[in-house]
């Protein structure tokens, strides 16, 4: 009796063996979806597109193509940091930040996402008024749009003191622009510490952008 | 004697436990608001807005509920949902109804955590809402669930005033039903609504000139 029963698990087990290890290799073949990655965490994400959070590294990728672009990491200092990420067409737009004790530096970045190349990059602000300040100062991108082709427009601030505040003389508040055909570095659109750090937005039919300056809305086009 | 009916026991036992739970653990492996046969329409780091045979659904991924929006395409029979757009746990969304040579919009905000219709509000307001067509052209809704729109009107019917075809709308929290009308005019550009990145306002353009409204 013992001995029948020890067969027919035996051939149970053997049964289920076999089984196992099907079932374990269908698993094993089905692929992950496409821009898929096992413990990465979404940061932002359209139906084409997908930013995520490996370990400390931020990727981009585009589903169709299935490739994934390292942006950054999530930490500034001796690296650069991705942040404030737009999804749009074949592009990602997003924010690089580097940063030192007592100051730090923003940059407007634009990739594509077929090819993983930068299609611009460019300083949040640059000094132009001649007041001189104290140095180092920070630059920072308080806003920004991007259209489907990769065209952006932001409003940077160049501090002197090292913050985001517009206190100073020698703060500025510059509205800039990539476009093709731009400048390297873009065009400045206009300036004045009245321009409203966080009032950019881009018109539904993407021919151009807002903003604010005081209590004025204007409108600028973007190519 | 013991030692190996104790072994065979045990191994039957993981064979049974390897076995049983495939089926189980391959339907759990969905992911959130993931459904089969479904086409995502749009989506965000929060949520999906899907077709599945031709009927709209929205849903969070921390809520993992599908909300019935309306139907993709027909608008006849049945209210057609279009223009959707996630912000925060809300869905803002148009539902377009038609019927013979006129049709209707209404902008509609839905709570995805309830499943519940917030708030609505016809595209436009007019002397006789029963005459005439009237449409939403585009809209922007903020993560605190407040829309603002632009609306137009249709030629069948007459309109309160000349000026009154278009119309740029907004509805919020503590705004009358049927929303508060900003501003009105046949020149003010359709598509050039744009709201802000922290949802506190919007701009329209009225010819050449940008204007800017404020919104809860």
Same mark, same amino acid.
Do not use: H, M
């Given at each position: 009796m013992t001995k029948t029963a020890s067969v027919v698990l035996a051939a149970a087990f053997v049964a289920g063996a076999a089984f196992a290890p099907a079932s374990a290799s269908a698993a094993k073949k089905k692929p992950l979806p496409n821009c898929a990655a096992k413990k990465s965490s979404t940061l932002e994400a359209t139906k084409d597109a997908r930013v995520y959070r490996l370990g400390s590294d931020i990727? +981009? &990728? #585009?589903?169709?193509?299935?490739?994934?672009?390292?942006? !950054?990491?999530? =930490? &500034?200092?001796? @690296?650069? +940091?991705?942040? *404030?990420?737009?999804?749009?067409? *074949?592009?990602v737009g997003w924010v690089a930040t580097s940063c030192g004790l007592d100051s730090g530096s923003e940059q407007i970045r634009v990739n594509d996402l077929n090819t993983g190349k930068t299609?611009?990059? +460019?300083?949040? %602000?640059?000094?132009? $008024? /001649?007041? $001189? /300040?104290?140095?180092? +100062?920070s630059t920072f991108v308080t806003d920004y749009v991007m259209k489907k082709n990769g065209s952006v427009a932001w409003i940077g601030t160049y501090g002197d003191d090292g913050t985001t505040t517009i206190d100073s003389p020698a @703060? =500025?508040?510059?509205? #800039? #622009?990539?476009?093709?055909?731009a400048p390297a570095g873009g065009e400045i659109v206009d300036q004045g510490q009245d321009v409203v750090l966080k009032s950019m937005a881009l018109a539904a039919d993407e021919t151009g952008f807002y903003y604010r300056k005081g209590a004025a809305p204007l409108f600028a086009p973007l190519g | 004697m013991r030692t190996r009916k104790t072994a065979l026991m045990l191994t039957a036992a993981a064979c049974a436990a390897t076995a049983v739970p495939s089926p189980a653990s391959a339907a759990q492996k969905l992911p959130r608001c993931a459904e089969k046969g479904s086409r995502t329409l749009q989506a965000t780091r929060d949520g999906r807005i899907y077709a599945r045979k031709s009927t709209v659904y929205a849903c969070l991924y921390k809520k993992n509920r599908r909300v019935k929006l309306g139907h993709e395409t027909a608008c006849e029979e049945v209210p057609q949902a279009t223009g959707?757009?996630?912000?925060?746990?809300?869905? !803002?969304?148009? #539902? %377009? =109804? &038609?019927?013979?040579?006129e049709g209707s919009g209404e902008v509609v905000l839905t709570d995805l955590t309830t499943g519940q219709i917030v708030r609505s509000a016809p595209a436009v307001t007019t002397a006789d809402p029963n005459q005439g067509s009237n449409g939403v052209f585009d809209f922007r809704v903020n993560a605190n669930g407040s829309i603002a729109w632009i609306g137009t009107y249709g030629s069948t019917g007459p309109a309160p005033s000349p000026d009154d075809r278009i119309q740029v709308r907004k509805l919020e929290a503590g705004s009358p039903a049927g929303g508060t009308l900003v501003d009105s005019g046949p020149d003010i550009v359709e598509d050039s609504l744009a709201l802000t990145h922290d949802g506190s306002g919007f701009y329209y353009r009225k010819g050449t000139t940008p204007l800017f409204a404020t919104l809860r």
């Open positions: 990727y +981009a &990728c #585009r589903n169709k193509k299935n490739r994934r672009v390292l942006l !950054g990491s999530d =930490e &500034c200092q001796n @690296d650069t +940091a991705a942040s *404030n990420f737009t999804l749009k067409g *074949n592009y299609l611009y990059a +460019a300083g949040a %602000a640059t000094r132009i $008024s /001649g007041v $001189s /300040g104290r140095l180092p +100062a @703060d =500025e508040v510059q509205v #800039r #622009r990539l476009q093709p055909g | 959707y757009q996630l912000a925060g746990r809300y869905v !803002g969304w148009v #539902r %377009a =109804e &038609c019927g013979g040579p």
